[in-house]
């Protein structure tokens, strides 16, 4: 069984820094894509970064030259390090997992929500002004 768990969230002022951690258990897949997605209060969910098992990624316009995505395979651990963070950030923040990536010209699409079929329980990220 998949588990995704995440840590990490917390309150910064704008302009600071957070690094999310997403602990992977269960997932045997050679080939996958994992990312993170996140939801402010009465939005949507939505992208913010995604990576696949051959270490290509991709980012939201949002959140390009802030967040970088990364994998630890030997501690089965995702990170996204978010600096430069604006109120505009706040959200809650999920990892997610599935077996399928997507790909255009070659590159990582970014994930969308729908892509994932295995979630976290989120991690809550709080920018203030």
């Known amino acids: 069984q998949v588990q995704l768990v995440e840590s990490g969230g917390g309150s910064v002022q704008s302009g600071g820094s957070l690094r999310l951690f997403c602990a992977a258990s269960?997932?045997?897949?050679?080939?996958?894509?994992m990312g993170w997605v996140r939801q402010a209060p009465g939005k949507e969910r939505e992208g913010v970064a995604g990576?696949?098992?051959?270490?290509?990624?991709s980012y939201a316009d949002s959140g390009k030259g802030r967040f970088t995505i990364s994998q630890d395979n030997a501690k089965n651990t995702l990170y996204l390090q978010m600096n430069s963070l604006k109120p505009e950030d706040t959200a809650m923040y999920y990892c997610?997992?599935?077996?399928?990536?997507?790909?255009?010209?070659?590159?990582?699409?970014?994930?969308?929500?729908?892509?994932?079929?295995?979630w976290g329980q989120g991690t809550q990220v709080t920018v203030s002004s």
């Open positions: 997610a997992a599935d077996r399928k990536a997507y790909y255009s010209g070659g590159y990582l699409n970014l994930p969308a929500p729908a892509d994932f079929g295995y």
């Open positions: 990576i696949d098992s051959f270490g290509s990624t």
């Open positions: 269960g997932y045997t897949y050679s080939t996958y894509c």
